[in-house]
């Protein structure tokens, strides 16, 4: 039956061939014989690997191969480079060859949800032009810090895997607006992903997360899912304040940032060393003082109303915002909010 489609498209000259749910085990190789089509469905049948003859179809812009028995992302696809959509959720696909992602650069969507994937290679930064990435339900432990170059994403689909913690380079996705990391293992979230001013929407419901990362309440959700995770709670307890006396090096990042605020003519000529640039990038800012500090001197949290504070729906109530404070005087100060965190 499949044949008999083939052997039709191929008469007619197909832009487009259906063949989902025909019980086939192999993609027949006269699609060879269809250099002009665009779209090739191959959902639900029992595919296990694709013919080389497959690499003809350069004008192909969607394959779904969604739900075969695909156990690794085939080679040929790297040679289709007109691809836009490519579909293969519901495989077995344990290995992602780093050659077949190096020729879909004009890749925009990938959809590998439920199969068993446990690492991404650092390709995956190649695809440029992609907007949906979706891997919900695989055996990732992590994602590579290349997915900071796709600078196009619009969608990060990492929902029930095994991931623990996530790279920095997260903050650079600037277009991102939907992210869904729920049912992993996550004890925290990047810094800085206050960046993702385009951010709408996250699910991060399942996790070990105990508070979001400084100045999380400056996203503009609309909505936010984060139940089920171990946050902390607002219970007063006994604790000692150890007052602890500045490093050098603490001492000297504190002049130089705060001489930098004041415009210090000094300042400029002794930022231009490399490695000092370095070290005051990874400064904080007070959140009571707004004074630079190096090494984070106190932690604390605030508690924040999530529909009055960040006007976003969201089942949860409340949620803890980690806060820094460069120092016993300012958390002693009035008026903030904020509590500090007991170490036990």
């Known amino acids: ?10 008469r007619g000259n197909a832009r487009r061939l259906n063949l989902n749910d025909r019980k086939i085990n192999s993609i027949p190789k006269a699609v060879a014989q269809l250099p002009s089509l665009l779209s090739l469905q191959l959902q639900n049948n029992s595919i296990a690997a694709c013919p080389t003859e497959l690499q ?17 992302l085939p080679p040929a696809l790297g040679h289709l480079g007109s691809l836009k959509k490519l579909h293969l959720f519901g495989n077995r696909i344990a290995h992602i060859p780093a050659e077949a992602l190096e ?29 949906h990435l979706s891997l919900n339900n695989n055996g990732l432990e992590e994602v590579p810090s290349q997915l900071g170059s796709l600078k196009e994403l619009l969608e990060l689909h990492l929902a029930r ?41 996250m699910d991060v419901a399942g996790n070990q ?41 603490e001492t000297t990042a504190r002049l130089i940032l705060r001489e930098q605020r004041c415009r210090s003519s000094v300042v400029p000529v002794l930022v231009q060393n490399p490695s000092l640039q370095a070290l005051l990038s990874q400064a904080g800012h007070c959140a009571v003082c707004s004074q630079g500090f190096l090494s984070i001197w106190l932690e604390c949290v605030h508690f924040l109303n999530i529909k009055k504070d960040m006007k976003v729906a969201s089942s949860s109530r409340t949620i803890p915002v980690r806060v820094l404070l460069c120092s016993y005087k300012c958390f002693n100060s009035r008026g903030h909010g904020y509590y500090g965190v007991a170490v036990s």
């Open 1 to 10: 039956m499949a044949d008999s489609l083939v052997l039709r498209a191929i």
């Open 56 to 72: 003809a179809l350069r004008r192909l812009t969607e394959l779904n191969l969604g739900n075969n028995a695909l156990q690794e």
């Open 103 to 131: 020729g879909l650069s004009n890749l925009v969507l990938l959809n590998l949800n439920h199969n068993k994937i446990e690492t991404i290679p650092p390709g995956i930064g190649r695809l440029v032009k992609l907007q």
């Open 161 to 201: 895997n095994k991931l623990s913690h996530l790279p920095q380079e997260l903050c650079l996705l600037s277009n991102l607006t939907r992210l869904n990391l729920a049912r992993n293992q996550l004890r925290g979230l990047p810094e800085g992903l206050h960046r993702l001013s385009r951010l709408r929407v």
């Open 209 to 249: 997360l105990k508070m979001f990362p400084v100045h999380f309440q400056q996203l503009q959700l609309e909505q936010l899912h984060c139940e089920e995770n171990p946050f902390i709670q607002k219970e007063p307890v006994e604790s000692v304040q150890q007052e602890e006396a500045l490093t050098l090096k």
